[in-house]
């Protein structure tokens, strides 16, 4: 799979060979040692590197501009000047934008990069042009893989789905069948959870064996004998209603989940990779045309949020397919949000919500009387407590307890929702919804509500998934706190007060701007709590 004629090449290019000052030279800089000759003419560069081999190398100092300095590089029996830098803060040698720690290392990264291209500059040329290239990569299939995988889970869900649907609806078609009306029970949550469907399968059937109407009536001995027979009976009934079922019901069920779905959505779309000029430490091979990345340092890029890492030239054709791992997002709060959704971690591996946001509202709405805390989300926390709980979410998000027992106020916990959604580096309504929302509002008055919501309900769907569902989440819980204003004194326009600058924000940091479209901003927000369940349904 990798490609070593490259690297071949590297091990061939000749060793850097100084050649050093055989007398004295007063003021010699600090940074060079004998290379170093002094202010010299080029003539004398050329007679002193006339029977030298290649790879030696000289310093001198230059007139043109004063007190700068020249580097000479004998290569394929040329000599090579370059004006040579160095960083006094950092102790680092450059002639371009890469950056050394000792002058060999320079010359001899340079040495490989003259070597490659005349042996190689062709081939150089077209290694990133073959179109096939990048599909038979080993992170382009670890991607289909981990796609397919995702897939899998959804398949499989819906099979044990169908089952115990198809279960549930056996028993209760056989019990009517069989006058058994006292057998039927409540039927299951329709739940995401796999484990509440198994539980509550398992209550329907203990119900059979031991019904509440069989303990409290017990029966006669002379019934005994039937009974056994309808039990039998319902058995055998059991497994021809699922059989039939299954097969009317699995076309029908297969949309009936979105949350796998959503989640495979999430690992579908776009996002760019986060290339940054790195320093590979041993030999290193191109994630994206298979071949060596040549040089002792800055060889190539690296993506900060996936390790996917590429030739320079080669990063510019890779395509927006970043499938982010958390060992490399070394935070939570101020990450992309569809970087930190799409990496997983733990238990929200197959998560469609970011975890410090479903904690976080879980721990406001299932606490007791906290949606009736007066000035929820208005009230700030704690500073010191806020900070605490964030950095709890940061140590470990999976296991953090959020329990009145360990964080009584629950406006410290409020504060650390709205902390997580204004450090996202782009805002919940990202800025190009953001704008065709804006521009939506601002057109007349006279527009029909329902028109209204069904263009914002269009606008809303160009959301990349994420920030979709996340926001979706939010507005409901909002209209929750709004539906307890009598006691919290939060309505619905009190919270789009205190949520529109943490969720939504203009490309243009202009303040002025910011103020105009304030009261616009608003109302919109206003609109997408009030009107949740109409703007975010399928």
Same mark, same amino acid.
């Not at 209603?241 to 779309?269: A, E």
């Given at each position: ?70 580097l ?17 803060l ?10 050394f ?14 070597y ?81 469907q ?10 059979i064996k ?16 039937h ?14 209603t ?8 699995s ?83 101020g ?46 926390g ?7 709980i ?14 009145? %027992?360990?964080?009584? @106020?629950?406006? &410290? *916990? ?7 959604l204004?450090?996202? /580096?782009? $805002? #919940? ?21 329902s028109?209204?919501i ?34 919290? %004194?939060?309505?619905? @326009?009190?919270? &789009? *007060? ?7 924000r203009?490309?243009? /940091?202009? $303040? #002025? ?8 901003e ?17």
């Amino acid at each position: 799979m990798w490609k070593t004629y490259l690297y071949h090449l590297q091990e061939q290019a000749p060793h850097p060979k100084p050649i050093q000052c055989k007398h004295p030279v007063p003021n010699r800089p600090k940074q060079y040692g004998l290379e170093f000759h002094g202010f010299i003419s080029r003539q004398d560069v050329e007679t002193l590197m006339a029977d030298s081999e290649d790879g030696s190398y000289l310093v001198r100092e230059s007139q043109n501009p004063p007190n700068s300095y020249t580097l000479a590089i004998k290569f394929n029996f040329e000599i090579k000047y370059y004006k040579l830098y160095y960083d006094q803060l950092n102790s680092l040698h450059y002639v371009g934008e890469k950056r050394f720690d000792l002058i060999e290392d320079l010359v001899h990264d340079g040495l490989i990069s003259f070597y490659l291209e005349s042996k190689a500059s062709d081939y150089i040329a077209l290694m990133a042009c073959d179109s096939n290239c990048y599909q038979e990569s080993p992170y382009a299939q670890y991607k289909t893989q981990l796609l397919n995988r995702h897939q899998r889970q959804h398949q499989t869900f819906h099979q044990i789905e169908n089952k115990d649907s198809s279960l549930n609806s056996a028993i209760r078609q056989c019990a009517r069948s069989h006058d058994l009306n006292y057998l039927t029970a409540t039927p299951p949550n329709q739940s995401h959870h796999l484990s509440n469907q198994r539980h509550s399968t398992t209550e329907l059937l203990t119900s059979i064996k031991s019904s509440s109407f069989s303990r409290n009536h017990p029966t006669p001995p002379h019934l005994q004998q039937h009974s056994s027979a309808m039990t039998s009976s319902l058995t055998s009934s059991i497994g021809q209603t699922i059989s039939s079922n299954n097969k009317t019901s699995s076309s029908t069920s297969q949309q009936s989940n979105p949350l796998f779905f959503d989640r495979i959505l999430i690992m579908q779309s776009e996002k760019q990779h986060n290339f940054k000029l790195h320093s590979f430490k041993g030999p290193h091979w191109c994630d994206y045309c298979a071949n060596f990345m040549w040089g002792l340092v800055s060889q190539g890029v690296k993506c900060l949020d996936c390790g996917f890492e590429a030739h320079k030239r080669c990063s510019e054709k890779v395509p927006q397919d970043c499938v982010p791992q958390m060992k490399y997002i070394k935070s939570i709060f101020g990450v992309d949000l569809t970087t930190l959704i799409k990496a997983g971690s733990g238990s929200s591996s197959n998560s469609i919500i970011p975890i410090v946001v479903d904690k976080c509202i879980y721990e406001i709405e299932t606490r007791s009387k906290a949606l009736d805390t007066d000035g929820l989300y208005r009230i700030p926390g704690f500073n010191d407590v806020v900070e605490e709980i964030k950095y709890q979410f940061e140590k470990d998000s999976d296991t953090i307890d959020l329990s009145y %027992q360990r964080y009584p @106020d629950i406006h &410290a *916990i409020a504060c650390v929702l709205k902390l997580y959604l204004r450090q996202l /580096p782009i $805002p #919940l309504i990202t800025f190009d919804v953001h704008t065709q929302l804006l521009e939506h509002m601002q057109q007349q008055s006279s527009i029909p509500l329902s028109s209204r919501i069904q263009t914002l309900k269009q606008i809303l769907r160009k959301l990349p998934p994420a920030h979709f569902h996340t926001l979706k989440l939010l507005c409901e819980h909002l209209l929750k706190v709004s539906q307890h204003s009598n006691k919290n %004194q939060m309505s619905i @326009d009190n919270l &789009a *007060i205190v949520f529109t600058p943490t969720i939504m924000r203009s490309e243009n /940091p202009d $303040p #002025l701007i910011a103020l105009k479209n304030s009261k616009c901003e608003q109302r919109l927000l206003e609109l997408l709590i009030e009107y949740c369940h109409d703007l975010f349904i399928p």
